[in-house]
């Protein structure tokens, strides 16, 4: 049976042009200062912001790849992603929310679909 479409699901978009190697240098950077001064504080939540930055973009970075040996082994098959959310789709409100995502109507929809279509992430191929 020929595959018709490939849905990605709890996928992670770059939030950020921020590239994971800026990101892991700031973080280490902001370790050392925070060795030598006493702004332990603002320096530690600015690293763990880095941190968890690196860590997603990296995951993006892999996902990205993956799914670049996918649709070339797959020219002609449909792609749709469907980032991580925060919420559990555990009744149907939630479960409409995701339709519309992949399908492109609603207004939080639209701004899904202009960050993942633009080939940013290589996601949404319709």
């Known amino acids: 049976m020929p595959l018709a479409g490939l849905i990605l699901n709890r996928t992670h978009p770059m939030l ?6 800026r990101a892991i240098d700031g973080a280490q950077t902001l370790e050392n200062e ?14 763990a912001v880095l941190q968890i930055h690196a860590d997603r973009a990296s995951t993006s ?18 792609i749709v992603g469907v980032p991580s959310l925060p919420f559990d789709v555990s009744d149907l409100e939630a479960l409409r929310a995701i339709a519309d995502q992949m399908t492109g109507a609603g207004d939080d929809a639209g701004r899904a679909t202009a960050r ?3 080939g940013q992430s290589g996601f949404s191929r319709r």
């Open 61 to 78: 970075k892999r996902e990205i790849r993956l799914l670049s040996r996918f649709t070339g082994a797959n020219p002609h098959v449909a």
């Open 34 to 47: 925070t060795e030598v001064t006493d702004t332990a504080g603002a320096n530690g939540l600015a690293k």
């Open 16 to 21: 950020c042009s921020l590239p994971v190697e």
């Open 116 to 118: 993942w279509g633009t």
